[in-house]
């Protein structure tokens, strides 16, 4: 009867940490995935900075800026892997992204028919709505590093990761120039 309830425990011990592993892995394809998201809509503003380019060259002699940035911006999304998760990378292609739209800005400012023209105003949406889908994927993705962080963290959780994978925590993204602007910060 010890020996039955002894191998019951075995048992018992060997599945749960089957499940945890699993669940682990689940989080953790889950942020992989999420970053991958992330990768694809930065890559989707190619297409709309590939049309706007020839448009903003068309009307900027002077905003040489202007292209440098779009041409700058296109090649930092080419460099986004999205197999290997580079929040970085990510930091630096939205601060050229902010930069850019206040230089597109100041072209209209300058050149008021820019404003007239429908394929540019196309586009100018075409890249908000492109940025909306990008800030949308950064929150699913750092919600599944949040999700997968606590997972690979809370006992036993954490025991079992260190005995059969060894996955490490992910870095969620987070915009520095947008924190630094705050005047609250959190205690932690």
Known sequence: MGLLI???????????CIMIRNNIVRHHNASVRAW???????RQKIKILDGLQPLVE????FEKGTL???????????????NNTDVSQL???????KELMRSLNVVVEN???LKANEIYLKMMN????QNENVGAAI???????????NHIQVFPNNIVNTMTMGKKAIRPFRDQAVTQNFDYRPNF
């Open 91 to 97: 930091q630096r292609i939205e601060s050229l992204n």
């Open 68 to 82: 440098e940035k779009v041409t700058e911006l296109r090649q930092n999304i080419l460099n986004l892997n999205s």
């Open 126 to 129: 075409e890249i908000e709505e």
């Open 139 to 149: 929150t699913i993705f750092n919600r599944n590093v949040e999700l997968f962080n």
């Open 58 to 61: 068309q009307y900027s002699g």
């Open 36 to 42: 991958s998201d992330v990768a694809s809509y930065e």
């Open 111 to 113: 050149y008021p028919e």
């Open 6 to 16: 002894f191998l019951l425990l075995i048992i018992a011990v060997v599945v749960a």
